[in-house]
């Protein structure tokens, strides 16, 4: 069946710092891709998506772009802040999960000052 | 701007006593789901809603049970808790399946 695979966390890093995050994905057909967040002590919430190969989603300077050859949607941003620490969970949706979000299992971002 | 406000934010419950977890949205939504998340681990689809009056199984439904009376709301039973169910849990609503709207959490200890 469909699958999402995230890096394991913690991922630490200090301020200014280049982040990746990796996100790979298993469907049938052409799923739609998407980043979480959740900050501490609050619920997830839509960090960015992108539903078709190439696309670029982006929001508050960080990326992902959908690469349909290696099946990947991996986070980026270029200069992280200490507030950018989350839990950052990847998910995709398709047709046979009835448009049903399926999810990674998060990866805990540390930043440091 | 409510959103998807839960209730309560904390409890601890003893093995066998039932309690229900409130979830309500003013933002009109059709859908509504409910998420276990386990420590470090991902969401766990419970049950969801494309609508009053309509419900459905998720992955782990097993000592749950839920009601869908009205769009603004869907409330969580837990009939005779067990340890196992300790976890925080999610209330989400959306307008389409993919973007949803999550609420602040529930979090549920069985002791």
């Known amino acids: 069946g469909d699958s999402v695979t995230q890096m394991e966390g913690p991922v630490t890093l200090s301020e200014e710092a280049f982040l990746t995050i990796n996100c790979t994905y298993t469907a049938t057909g052409y799923p739609s891709l998407f980043w979480y967040v959740q900050y501490p002590g609050e619920g997830l919430q839509l960090l960015l998506k992108a539903t078709k190969a190439d696309d670029k989603g982006s929001n508050k300077g960080f990326e992902a772009t959908y690469r349909k050859e290696t099946t990947s949607f991996h986070l980026e941003k270029g200069s992280v802040q200490v507030s950018d620490s989350a839990v950052y969970f990847c998910?995709?949706?398709?047709?046979?999960?009835?448009?049903?979000?399926?999810w990674g299992a998060g990866t805990k971002l540390i930043i440091k000052p | 701007n409510a959103g998807v406000t839960q209730t309560p934010k904390f409890r601890i419950l003893k093995i066998g006593q039932s309690m229900t977890l409130q979830c309500t949205q003013d933002m009109n939504h059709n859908y509504m789901y409910w998420y276990r998340q386990d420590p470090g681990m991902g969401l766990k689809l419970i049950y969801y809603?494309?609508?009053?009056?309509?419900?459905d199984k998720g992955e782990v439904p097993n000592g749950y049970n839920v009601s869908r009376s009205t769009t603004e709301d869907f409330p969580l039973r837990l009939e005779l808790a067990a340890p196992s169910q300790t976890s925080v849990y999610f209330c989400?609503?959306?307008?389409?399946?993919?973007?949803?709207?999550f609420g602040a959490g529930t979090r549920l200890s069985v002791l």
């Open positions: 809603s494309v609508g009053a009056g309509i419900t």
């Open positions: 998910a995709l949706s398709t047709m046979d999960s009835n448009y049903q979000l399926i």
């Open positions: 989400a609503s959306s307008y389409s399946p993919n973007i949803q709207y």
